[in-house]
């Protein structure tokens, strides 16, 4: 018997776990004392396992690369060299018929690790010769990202997870922790016991709303206008930090002219909320000695994202909430190792450590020391916009590495109907995903626990997870089947270790350049910038009120609500929201293949409706309902709730059956093309 230091694979709260092994078989999980979890686990650390043990619950590991020749045939069993061979010629041939940028790849923000998406991403722009590369970040935190980097110039966490716990205010906005990070929302609750004063902004009563000392019950879809009322109190009801506004920001004037007409009386009809409750939120904000802002896909999820990062982070810039301990901005990231996937570069405007493609010294470092003669200047494509560049022709081929976008994103028969008219689909994952189902080649990987590298935790922090037991099949590391393809494509690529690859990508980083794994042993976490080897890494940003843009200082900025895209009416009466579900991460090919989560919540999942419209429907508690809109219709459970709101219903993304992406609608957010996932309109009825 042996134990095995790891990090969880679930959330990005980054706990650190032990997996006991005995005869190349996970007995169990015991929580290890992780700097983010300090010995906690949530269910999914302590059960998230069991899949490794090929227990065949619902869906078989893939275990050998699989071809289908012809559409619409079935899959044949190859070897490896058949594969490799077989990709690497149709993409050479897709490249040379219609350019590289007909060739669409995908980071992981899942199992494979950071050195995984560093190899994926110079795969893409060295070898493809695109900067088609994109990860999950997408459809989670990549308005966070595009915000922040605008305002305070890291598109990250400033502060830490375990310095929730010393802020005296937290504002909880779209932000769900005891469903999506189960350990931060621990952590939310020790802020409580000392002293801290929780507000909570979200249409559904959800957990953290039950300790709240305010709870602010929004309308579905009014972010924008209540974070521009936030700061038109903090303004014009002079409660914000002068002083620091003029020594340490810009944009104040042009900020104040967008929220001026938002006053608290204005916004209680597009919000729903008492214009004295508004208030009361911004006095206590405000008059905390520290406050910090955390958000979630409740924020992320829409149209307007950006924009409601940018007053999230004005807000925190115009009270002096930021450069110190307990304070802060905090989009708290989704996937474990979403982070990661953006920190390595897995998406299509940066370089690692956020180093811009259209920057050209940047692009010509990557080139020297890639040793290839140039590197593409344009903007790629995200995932989101994959589909319509599909049926546009743009796009031929979709290397999809550890995602399941006909599971995670909108529109899935928008979704179904591009995936087929692809010249080549390639997925490598560890299940038979939706997408693997109708895929071209299958190239079957190492799982977490088969394999070891590095994660990025939500806030900024490196963690080395180890390898627990060998691997069955004929599988291979991530990394290992992205060097083959590069070297049949004439590239070679001869890493010998994650180390190797890790250091490489260090040499070319300042921020992650003193992160070294020898740091990282055991227990260690170093949050980036950790620019040389003797610095401790950063547990908060901005110390000295500094900004990382041009001229130091922080950016205030708002802008106009705009209503949500699609509005309820009389054949679609009610708003369709995605949430999450505790005992399942993601796609759920995974936890779906744990038993003891499995047995927690099955399928076909549940639509949370309130008691008032369940009887205006005639629909009783666990009864199978219909879920409709415009885009498809599934059948569900109906979970009667008052802990949803009149007018909307809930549903989790897990489910095969009863999936809700069905239904969902893929508007994006202008700039981080991100789909409006929180805002879809839908009637339910009995079946
Ligand atoms: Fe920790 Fe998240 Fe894993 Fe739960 S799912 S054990 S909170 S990392």
């Avoid at 291979?476 to 270790?497: C, F, H, R």
């Avoid at 209503?563 to 993601?586: A, D, F, W």
């Avoid at 879920?627 to 599934?634: I, N, T």
Wanted: aromatic share 8%; with cysteine; charged share 25%.
């Amino acid at each position: 018997m042996k134990k095995v230091l790891t990090v969880c694979p679930y959330c990005a709260s980054g706990c650190k776990l032990n997996l006991v092994v005995e005869n190349n078989k996970i007995i169990r999980a015991e929580g290890a004392n992780g700097v983010t979890n300090q010995g906690e686990l949530c269910l999914k650390g302590y059960y998230g396992w069991d899949f490794l043990n090929d227990t065949k619950i619902l869906t078989p590991r893939l275990t050998q690369p699989l071809i289908r020749r012809q559409k619409g045939g079935e899959f044949e069993a190859a070897t490896w060299d058949e594969a490799i061979e077989y990709v690497s010629s149709r993409l050479a041939k897709i490249k040379a018929e219609e350019g590289p940028d007909a060739i669409m790849l995908t980071g992981s923000s899942r199992g494979p690790g950071n050195e995984t998406n560093y190899v994926m991403q110079k795969f893409a722009r060295g070898v493809v010769g695109t900067n088609n590369i994109d990860c999950c970040a997408r459809v989670c935190h990549g308005p966070s990202v595009a915000s922040l980097q605008m305002t305070l110039g890291n598109g990250a966490m400033s502060n830490s997870i375990n310095d929730i716990e010393n802020t005296k205010c937290i504002l909880v906005f779209g932000y769900n922790a005891a469903d999506s990070h189960p350990i931060v929302a621990r952590r939310i609750l020790k802020a409580k016991e000392n002293g801290a004063k929780i507000i909570v902004c979200d249409p559904r009563y959800i957990e953290t709303a039950r300790i709240a000392d305010l709870w602010l019950p929004l309308k579905n879809g009014s972010n924008m206008a209540l974070a521009n009322a936030f700061l038109n109190v903090l303004i014009n009801e002079d409660l914000y930090n002068k002083e620091y506004v003029e020594r340490y920001t810009e944009g104040f004037d042009d900020m104040k002219a967008v929220i001026d007409k938002y006053t608290p009386e204005y916004v209680e009809e597009i919000t729903g909320l008492k214009a004295k409750d508004i208030r009361d939120a911004m006095q206590m904000y405000a008059s905390a000695p520290s406050a910090t802002i955390l958000w979630g896909m409740g924020v992320t999820q829409w149209g307007q994202s950006v924009d409601v990062i940018k007053g999230l982070s004005s807000m925190a810039l115009v009270t002096g909430n930021l450069g110190r301990p307990g304070v802060g901005v905090g989009p708290v990231r989704g996937q474990n190792n979403v982070q990661g996937a953006c920190d390595m570069g897995a998406t299509p405007k940066d370089y690692p450590g956020y180093q811009k493609v259209a920057d050209p010294k940047v692009r010509e470092k990557f080139a020297k020391a890639w040793g290839v003669t140039s590197l593409p200047d344009n903007p790629g494509a995200t995932i989101t916009e994959v589909p319509h560049r599909i049926l546009e022709g743009k796009i031929k081929a979709y290397y999809v590495m550890g995602e399941d976008p006909l599971q995670t994103d909108p529109d899935l028969s928008l979704m179904r109907e591009a995936l087929s008219k692809l010249d080549l689909l390639v997925v490598q994952d560890i299940f038979m995903t939706k997408t693997a189902s109708v895929a071209d080649v299958i190239l079957p990987a190492t799982s977490w626990g088969e394999h070891e590298g590095i994660y990025s935790s939500a806030d900024r922090g490196f963690q080395h997870f180890e390898k627990a037991i060998e691997p069955t099949g004929d599988v291979k590391v991530d990394w290992e089947i992205i060097s083959l393809m590069s070297t049949a494509l004439g590239y070679p690529m001869k890493y010998k270790n994650t180390k190797e690859i890790w250091d490489e990508m260090r040499v070319l980083c300042d921020l992650y350049a003193g992160a070294t794994y020898e740091k990282m042993a055991g227990l260690g976490y170093v949050q980036w910038p950790c620019p040389t080897e003797d610095h401790p890494g950063t547990p908060y940003l901005y110390k000295g009120n500094k900004f990382d843009r041009p001229n130091g200082k922080g950016l205030l900025a708002s802008a106009d609500w705009i209503p949500p895209k699609e509005q309820i009416n009389e054949e679609y009466p009610m708003v369709l929201c995605t949430v999450r579900e505790v005992g399942h991460y993601s796609c759920r090919s995974m936890t779906g293949n744990c038993r003891p989560l499995q047995t927690l919540a099955d399928e076909p999942g549940y639509v949370q409706i309130n008691p008032f419209d369940a009887e205006r429907l005639g629909i009783k508690d666990q009864a199978l309902v219909w879920v409709e809109s415009r885009r498809g219709k599934v059948i569900t459970r109906a979970n009667v709730t008052p802990r949803a709101n009149k007018g909307a219903v809930y549903m989790t993304y897990q489910w095969w059956i009863g999936a809700c992406n069905e239904l969902t609608l893929d508007h994006l957010d202008p700039i981080s093309r991100t789909p409006e996932y929180k805002h879809s309109a839908v009637k339910v009825y009995s079946i």
